[in-house]
């Protein structure tokens, strides 16, 4: 199963001016000069978004700065810039980020897509548990436990970590 990624592309030649992302009715302004870690910041504080990952497609666009970490980097360029944006939370097809060009700051293109619909699916402890429907938590089968939403071991009470099992190679 995959998470859902989206692409925002955005190019503009002098370094000003905002755009408007917004996300199952709420929205966020962006600057052309906020950062990839901006930006996942900025979306993570979205109220209708509960993780995102945001990295730039191609770090290395900026051949003439080579010292430069990709996560310095400005979301847009006048050479253009394509950030991508990871949806860890919710997961699943997801709507896609609509993005405007508000004040009519931006000369130059601005446009998300879809590059992977998400199919991970909500399904009730994971289908490796029993939800207890009183308290609203899982109980576990054998093997399995609390995952991150990504598979690895976290917090969500959701079954959706295999736990590793140990085997005594002395038998």
Do not use: W
């Not at 600057?31 to 993570?44: G, Y």
């Not at 939403?149 to 736990?163: E, L, M």
């Amino acid at each position: 199963q995959k998470n859902e990624v989206q692409q925002l592309t955005c190019s503009d030649s002098d370094d000003s001016g905002s755009f408007e992302l917004i996300f199952r009715d709420e929205s966020v302004s962006v600057s052309v000069t906020n950062t990839a870690a901006d930006l996942e910041s900025i979306l993570n504080a979205l109220p209708t978004i509960e993780s995102v990952s945001v990295s730039y497609t191609d770090p290395h666009i900026y051949v003439g700065a080579p010292s430069l970490e990709a996560d310095s980097l400005q979301v847009c360029r006048d050479v253009g810039q394509q950030v991508e944006i990871e949806f860890l939370s919710p997961t699943g097809d997801v709507p896609e980020i609509i993005v405007t060009n508000t004040h009519s700051d931006i000369d130059g293109i601005l446009s998300m897509s879809t590059l992977q619909t998400g199919t991970k699916e909500f399904i009730e402890c994971s289908g490796r548990g029993v939800c207890d429907t009183d308290t609203g938590l899982c109980q576990c089968f054998s093997g399995y436990g609390s995952s991150d939403g990504q598979g690895n071991v976290g917090t969500r009470d959701d079954c959706g970590y295999k736990v590793p099992y140990a085997f005594d190679s002395r038998s």
